[in-house]
């Protein structure tokens, strides 16, 4: 409006005029359901189609861009009675208003559509849908509940999915009519059998693919009731990947095809075996590694002075056992000697003093001293001669033979006399010489 004149109306330009009625036009008619009879029809080479729709009074420009149009599934004539979804179009460049339609069926396909469309907003508004309504599916489930046909190639499918990922789980079917009058009592029915039993850790509400009016079970409001009222998180898997159904929309979780849904369930479990896998691979390099690295170790010790020549190994021991017989000797000899000498020395004061007491109290500390002697000496011979068995048993453990009582033997090459360490060191035919705890034998290598 004019500032200085209000009544003087605001000069517009034609763009300006026009954009203000796509934006009131495009704000307010969004949202179109529309029936109506096809005329006009016209598919242009990017696949775009173009018609209008009329009835007795008036008509309107539409058209159904090709992403949309590879959805419909029935082709489409002149003269068809048709239900769209469509949303409101200005098109500036020639001022003229179309319907963008972003779905279409037949009249008694359309008439159905819209039914579920008014349900899937009742349900919206209740809640069904809400994210935060969601339940997390468990983690590792170990018995699953299958709302299906009994008959159909969706059971066996799943079969075959989890058979190959899951090990010990258990799958209880609750069999069903997926279509047809009936179905979807039965499949709410099922829904809330599994909840009232608790016998699974989570069910998938499935079938295979069909028409609009074969997936009609899983759009029926009791099914949705069921889904949301179920305390047992649930996945749906309705149709083909391109199918959706309000119970997809209800559900926690929508899985493409059933097939899907059962790779869902078993995912973590999956991956769990995978890493488990992974790791056992791991731990057995690592076990091979080490084995072959203290095979090394042995291999070299054995090649050891130590262990090549018995001599090497004994003669240490054999030196320290000679000296301490000579030792032993030696301190026999001088307690020997002492014992003789104090024995004359008392004899010589015997001899002199001879009285009666002197010689009693001489033979009984003579006595003594024997009975000292005789035990210093026995002490002296049993720890010389437990030293003795200690040498003798260390040596007998080092001894290569005592090995060989154990089971294990030595394998000699026949023509040179080497120790066999190794499968690589010998050939088909090579005699060999095996040496055992009680004697040798020879072979011949097959």
């Known amino acids: 409006m004019n500032a200085k004149n209000p009544t003087t109306p605001e000069v517009l330009t034609v763009s300006e005029l026009t954009q203000a009625i796509k934006v009131q036009l495009e704000s307010c008619f969004s949202h179109i359901l529309m029936k109506g009879e096809i005329s006009n029809l016209k598919l242009q080479s990017s696949g775009h189609m173009y018609f209008s729709l009329k009835d007795e009074h008036a008509q309107i420009a539409c058209v159904m861009f090709r992403q949309d149009l590879l959805k419909v599934r029935v082709p489409l004539k002149v003269g068809d009675q048709v239900v769209v979804k469509a949303e409101m179009n200005v098109y500036p460049a020639k001022g003229n208003y179309q319907l963008i339609v972003k779905e279409i069926s037949l009249v008694g396909l359309g008439e159905l559509l819209l039914k579920l469309e008014l349900l899937k907003q009742k349900l919206y508004q209740?809640?069904?849908?809400?994210?935060e309504k969601k339940k997390p599916l468990p983690h590792f489930p170990k018995r699953i509940g299958i709302?299906?046909?009994?008959?159909?190639?969706?059971?066996?499918?799943?079969?075959?999915?989890?058979?190959?990922?899951?090990?010990?789980?258990h799958l209880i079917l609750n069999p069903v009519r997926v279509q047809g009058d009936g179905a979807a009592a039965e499949i709410a029915q099922a829904i809330d059998q599994f909840n009232?039993?608790?016998l699974v850790d989570v069910i998938i509400v499935c079938r295979g693919g069909g028409s609009v009016e074969d997936l009609m079970p899983f759009n029926d409001e009791r099914v949705a009731e069921a889904i949301f009222r179920s305390v047992i998180p649930i996945i749906s898997a309705v149709g083909h990947e391109t199918d959706t159904s309000i119970s997809d929309f209800v559900a926690d979780i929508r899985a493409?095809?059933?097939s899907a849904a059962a790779e869902i369930v078993s995912y973590e479990t999956a991956e769990l075996l995978g890493q488990l896998t992974k790791c056992r691979r791991q731990m057995q390099q690592h076990l091979i590694k080490n084995v072959s690295k203290s095979r090394s170790d042995l291999t070299r010790i054995l090649r050891q002075p130590?262990?090549?020549?018995?001599?090497?190994?004994?003669?240490?021991?054999?030196?320290?056992?000679?000296?301490?017989?000579?030792?032993?000797?030696?301190?026999?000899h001088h307690l020997l000697q002492k014992a003789r000498q104090d024995f004359q020395r008392i004899k010589r004061s015997i001899e002199l003093l001879k009285p009666e007491r002197r010689i009693q109290e001489n033979a009984l500390h003579l006595k003594q001293i024997d009975k000292a002697i005789h035990t210093t000496m026995?002490?002296?011979?049993?720890?010389?001669?437990?030293?003795?068995e200690q040498l003798i048993a260390h040596l007998s453990s080092l001894n290569p033979k005592s090995v060989l009582q154990k089971g294990y033997s030595i394998l000699f090459h026949q023509k040179d006399g080497h120790v066999i360490t190794s499968i690589k060191a010998v050939k088909a035919g090579d005699p060999v010489r095996a040496l055992l705890s009680d004697g040798e034998v020879t072979a011949q290598i097959t």
């Open 126 to 131: 209740l809640g069904y849908f809400a994210p």
């Open 147 to 169: 709302v299906t046909s009994p008959t159909g190639a969706v059971i066996r499918d799943i079969i075959n999915v989890l058979s190959r990922r899951l090990k010990g789980f």
């Open 196 to 198: 009232q039993s608790k």
């Open 256 to 258: 493409p095809t059933p």
């Open 306 to 332: 130590l262990f090549t020549s018995s001599l090497a190994l004994l003669a240490p021991s054999m030196q320290r056992l000679d000296g301490y017989k000579e030792y032993l000797d030696q301190n026999m």
């Open 378 to 388: 026995q002490r002296i011979i049993v720890l010389s001669k437990r030293d003795l």
